[in-house]
């Protein structure tokens, strides 16, 4: 076959097999990998074993940029075709009979599994962890970028005896040989291949049974001991929680949990292997800021939505994540009440709001929607349904979806129906309204929410009141004030009408000592004015992180006198994960004059600047060059560092470094800094930054 003919026969099997095969039925995966942290490569062997549902004479999987150095038929060669893309097989297949597809591979996957801390020589900070999202698994197993083939996973690792592995499914055994270790995983349920996942690292474990019997593996890094309960607080009765309400018990084996460093989101919902970013290990004074209650229960409920019933395709994706996000906020409720529960549906619903006032409202079944609609405004249309069909009925129907589609693939209409046929209603309105329609009902929503709290109808008479009546504003906020006890409605008060209130007031409300309030008062103020000095100081104290760097940076400017005070009070506080306090402490430390000697100012400095080496996590890094971009010029080595990051695999921090790269080309200057320093880069960063001052 000649050049032409080869590269027509590749464009034509490429449009022939980019939909999903209808032919065949994968059903069992046997997978053996030997990940390679020197060069970032996988070496792996699978065998999957499929059914033919109708003759045919080709299979495909997709592959990419994977070679092969065996591929298999039953234990026999068979002719194939590698388009870097997929892999394509051709044979005579006869319907009702199974065969056995056997893979020998190697690939270097640009993206999907991340190798971190492997060019450094910091202890225990090397990780290599997977992430699915979707399709891509394919970069390193071939497998399917289609969620309606699901297999039965069964997955074995090869690597280092020292680290921790952790993959889906159940470990049956390991086997020792000379430094290296085996791990067996076996899986007894099928799952989309998106789904499967492994970390590797550095890791200890608290191991337990919830209640209800699930066993459930808490990792953590061997230095985060303290951290451990914090960080997972509540797991146990989550899980037992969302079985209860959901009425079918958990669908896998077991569940584990495994932080990582500079993931790409908060956290992905591998069945049962919920792999998270290390940015929500906490101690328990950040438990207050940020935590990961949250996250840890929107991702144990897609074990439900997602993993046990699987949207077909992108049309349908409030399938999974309006029903994780809603019933996170059911769990919310058990935790920490009723109040807690619908000012976070208050809040969730101004923010769909001011999205559909600018004419930015999507509907839920448009597959390209933001996460905003897809997550809030899906948690809402269900909180809407259960509504109209009342807890019951709106369970009966939650249980028999899931029954029904159990380990297999669904449409919205799917479920509709199934709801339609458990309550005996007409949902077209619904439908129209919540599923199909893009404004965001803003004012019947508030009209539910008043009816299901009374703090929340206070505050709505309040807002109301204070739009219409000729009375001081003041004099209205401090009758509803004094007339609750709401932590809720105050710390919304402060927030919402700050400008409108008194030193007097302000006061009032900083004793209420509750930290919320406080601390909405604190970020609400720009400078601390003498007659709430004392108060502020007294922030200082309180147990939340972000009171205390807000704090610390408004009274240091307030204050010049006192700033060796206030320095000398938050000394050796680091804060949260992304070191809040301390970047902000080294910060004002440097610049406040006679506070240090000349060895300390050196030290402090090297310190602060040193803080954006890929040593550190992406939210160190962006906090610290966002810090000293603002007054310092970078050095050379903030620079380089500068430009590792615009080609990082986080694209959050990948787009703010590309941006202050841009910010920095409009000066000569700096153009020119940059210039000399690419001289000094290679690949990816070299490639990049050529882009960006146009070298030849």
């Not at 299979?59 to 060669?77: E, H, Q, R, T, Y």
């Not at 044979?91 to 599994?113: F, G």
């Not at 769990?331 to 807690?340: I, T, V, W």
């Not at 000293?628 to 590792?644: G, K, M």
Request: charged letters at 25%; aromatic letters at 14%.
């Amino acid at each position: 076959m000649n050049f032409t003919n080869s590269l027509l026969f590749i464009l034509i099997t490429g449009f022939l097999f980019s939909q999903p095969q209808p032919s065949t039925d994968f059903y069992k995966a046997d997978i053996y990998i030997i990940p390679d942290p020197d060069y970032k490569r996988i070496n792996g062997k699978v065998t999957y074993s499929f059914k033919v549902l109708n003759k045919t004479d080709s299979v495909f999987l997709d592959a990419k940029n994977m070679d092969f150095s065996s591929v298999l038929l039953n234990g026999k060669k068979v002719r194939h075709i590698n388009t870097k893309e997929k892999i394509i097989f051709y044979k005579k297949l006869k319907a009702d009979k199974t065969y056995k597809l056997t893979l020998d591979y190697s690939t270097i996957p640009e993206q999907t599994v991340y190798f971190l801390g492997w060019e450094d020589s910091i202890p225990d900070n090397n990780q290599i962890w997977t992430q699915g999202q979707g399709k891509y698994t394919s970069h390193w197993l071939p497998s399917f970028d289609d969620m309606n083939e699901k297999v039965e996973f069964d997955l074995s690792l090869t690597f280092d005896k020292d680290y921790e592995i952790i993959a889906n499914g159940k470990l049956k055994d390991t086997l020792l040989q000379d430094s290296l270790r085996t791990w067996y995983f076996d899986m007894n349920k099928p799952m989309s291949s998106y789904l499967l996942a492994f970390a590797i690292g550095n890791y200890n474990c608290k191991s337990f049974k919830s209640k209800s019997g699930i066993p459930i593996e808490l990792y953590y890094y061997p230095g985060d001991s303290l951290k451990e309960e914090p960080t997972y607080r509540y797991s146990g009765q989550i899980i037992d929680f969302l079985s209860d309400e959901i009425g079918i018990a958990y669908p896998w084996q077991n569940y584990k949990q495994i932080p990582v460093r500079d993931f790409l989101y908060a956290g992905m919902e591998n069945t049962g292997t919920t792999i998270f970013s290390d940015g929500f290990v906490i101690d328990s004074v950040a438990f207050v800021d940020k935590n990961y209650v949250n996250v840890n229960v929107h991702e144990m409920a897609h074990q439900w939505f997602g993993n046990l019933v699987t949207e077909k395709d992108g049309n349908d994706h409030w399938l999974h994540e309006g029903f994780a996000t809603y019933y996170a906020l059911l769990a919310e409720r058990k935790l920490f009440g009723e109040d807690y529960f619908y000012w976070k549906l208050y809040e969730s619903a101004k923010q769909l709001q001011k999205l559909s006032s600018q004419g930015m409202g999507e509907a839920l079944t448009n597959p390209k929607a933001s996460s905003l609609t897809f997550y809030e405004k899906g948690a809402w249309a269900l909180h809407i349904l259960r509504t109209m069909l009342g807890d019951k009925v709106f369970k009966e129907g939650i249980q028999s979806y899931l029954k029904k589609y159990q380990y297999s693939n669904v449409t919205i209409s799917d479920f509709i129906s199934e709801m339609r046929n458990i309550s005996d209603k007409d949902l077209s309105e619904f439908e129209q309204v919540w599923l199909n329609g893009t404004k965001f009902p803003f004012e019947e929503v508030k009209i539910l929410l008043a009816t299901s709290s009374t703090d929340l109808q206070t505050y709505f008479d309040l807002q109301w009141e204070l739009t219409s009546s000729n009375l001081n504003n003041e004099d209205l906020i401090r009758r509803v004030w004094n007339n609750t006890t709401s932590s809720k409605i105050k710390e919304n008060i402060v927030l919402d009408y700050h400008k409108s209130l008194s030193e007097s007031f302000l006061i009032d409300a900083f004793n209420t000592n509750d930290l919320k309030t406080r601390q909405a008062i604190c970020v609400k103020t720009d400078r601390v004015p003498s007659g709430l000095q004392k108060q502020f100081e007294s922030l200082l104290e309180d147990k939340s992180y972000i009171t205390i760097e807000n704090a610390l940076y408004r009274l240091w400017i307030s204050y010049p006198n006192e700033r060796i005070v206030y320095l000398d009070k938050t000394k050796g506080i680091i804060g949260l994960p992304n070191k809040n306090v301390r970047l902000v402490w080294l910060f004002l430390a440097v610049l406040t004059k006679d506070y240090l000697s000349d060895l300390q100012k050196a030290s402090y400095t090297e310190e602060l600047f040193g803080y954006t080496s890929p040593k550190y996590s992406f939210e160190v890094r962006q906090n610290a060059f966002s810090l000293l971009s603002e007054v310092y010029p970078l050095t050379d080595q903030n620079l380089l560092d500068l430009i590792d990051a615009s080609v990082h695999h986080s694209w959050q921090f990948r787009n703010f470094a590309r941006n202050l790269i841009e910010r920095l080309l409009k000066d000569d200057k700096q153009k020119e800094r940059l210039l000399k320093l690419s001289k000094e880069l290679k690949g990816k960063e070299l490639r990049y930054i050529k882009s960006k001052l146009e070298v030849e």
